[in-house]
């Protein structure tokens, strides 16, 4: 429990700092390339405002599941804070990453999310 968001059940800042300890050794040991995405959700401080809090929260964890549909098993997908996000994609090229990234905002902006609004992403490749 010490490494997972309450909220959402995804792996919290704590873990993503050990994850990028570990990436970042085995570049340096094996060159194994990864990449990082940072997401954030567009606009949230205007859904807590309009919606409520409970209603933000409702729709982070709706949020996460559907970036975790659109991942692999060995990508690791964490809450940094608020509502940011950051994911780890191990063996994967920047033409990739650019690939998963696009798969994201897809799969976001066209998801009816519960209080009926489309919600947008700025993703950091």
């Known amino acids: 429990m010490a ?3 309450t909220l959402t059940q995804l792996f919290n800042r704590l873990k993503i700092d050990q994850v990028l300890q570990i990436q970042y050794d085995r570049y340096q040991r094996y060159k194994e390339i990864f990449s990082i995405i940072i997401i954030d959700i567009d606009l949230f401080k ?3 405002d309009t919606y409520g809090h409970n209603m ?3 729709i982070l964890v709706e949020f996460s599941r559907i970036v975790q549909k659109t991942l692999r098993e060995v990508d690791v ?3 940094w804070g608020g509502e940011e996000f ?3 994609l191990p063996h994967t090229t920047q033409e990739g990453t650019m690939l998963v990234a696009q798969k994201i905002c897809n799969a976001v902006a066209n998801h ?3 209080h009926k609004k ?3 992403t700025s993703i950091g490749v």
Do not use: I
């Open 77 to 79: 997908f964490g809450r």
């Open 118 to 120: 489309t919600l947008t």
């Open 112 to 114: 009816s999310f519960p």
């Open 3 to 5: 490494v997972l968001d």
């Open 56 to 58: 933000g929260d409702e």
């Open 86 to 88: 950051v994911l780890f």
């Open 46 to 48: 205007e859904v807590n």
